[in-house]
């Protein structure tokens, strides 16, 4: 081969070289940019902005209320990922018998979430830590933070996940609001805005003796529901005490939050309720408290006492303070409503 014709063809190698590394390096410069998520921005539960993917497809939740209003917005079907908490209880969201476990809420198995490829996790406000964004975030992974356990912003949380989620999740989210400001108005009227002669309640949640107050959902229900909840005096949303202060507020109505296991049938369910409400009963020097005397101590299923199915323990509160007012019945007749809304019977 002529040697001139050699040097072409070898000078024409290199520039179809130089030309492909070149293409190379700017498809993986670009490669975050051209795959990019759409995002958008909203406000989460810590009052912060942050930057979620618009209308994601591939989503992980760790709490219980994330999964229940997903499923109420008609998305369930992008959930690729939930906790072993969540699976363990089919009633309320039978899917996710077929979603993969992460783990714990609080502590999910980061490498098992990765491998399902979501594009969001959704978590609580400050579980898990921050150490949850800097091991996601680097994968692409976004985190979204709402709570949804405070009446007081639960609509404001509710219609940030709608928006996120987008398509018909907004209209499902409104017809949901909408029924339930109309049950907050019902119960209104029927319990009146009368300032004398409301009662007092105390409510017991956690643990022993620990008792709601401001910044707790039980604690705000009580106050929605009609009662002075002398909680207001500790000033914190949740409270370590003794016997002896507890007996000195003398409460017309004391409430007890209570966790049944979970996955346990209705009459188990409601033993652990019956329980929780004799062993306040029995406690030793509490006789002499109104709310004792006069048989006024109550069980409030957690499930109740905040997230989607709030209303449900607004009513019951209600019937607790009022009972000739509000009659038990009216918070059943919710909670049909609420499942017939999620296409679900009562147990």
Known sequence: MPRLLEKKITASKAGTLLFASIVLAFLILEA??????????????RNVLV??????????????ASTELIRLMGGISRVVGTTRYVKARPFMIPETAHIPDVGRGFMPDIETLSRLEP??????????????????????????RLEFFLPSVFEGEVTVLSEVLGGSATERAKMYLDWINQHKKKLQDLIGNEEVDKPTVIIEHFTERRIAG??????????????????????RQSSETEDE????????VYIKIVSPPIAVSEAERQKAMEDAVREVMERPGWDEMDAVKNKRVYALDSDFS???????GLYQMAHF????????????????????FQGLKMP
């Open 321 to 340: 303070f009022y009972p000739d007012k509000v009659p038990l019945q009216l918070s059943e007749d919710v909670f049909r409503e609420y499942l017939e």
């Open 245 to 252: 202060w507890l007996i000195r507020q003398n409460p017309t």
């Open 306 to 312: 905040g997230g989607p199915r709030y209303v449900i």
């Open 119 to 144: 594009q969001l996790v959704i978590t609580w406000a400050g579980n898990p830590g921050p150490d949850l964004e800097l091991k996601l975030l680097p994968l692409d992974i976004y985190v979204l």
């Open 214 to 235: 401001p910044g707790a959902g039980a604690y705000e229900l009580s106050q929605m529901a009609g009662a002075n909840n002398l909680g207001y005096y500790l000033g």
């Open 51 to 64: 930057k979620v993917p618009k209308a994601p497809e591939r989503i992980v939740t760790l709490s219980f």
């Open 32 to 45: 975050p940019f051209l795959n990019a998520q759409e995002l958008m921005e909203v406000i989460d539960a």
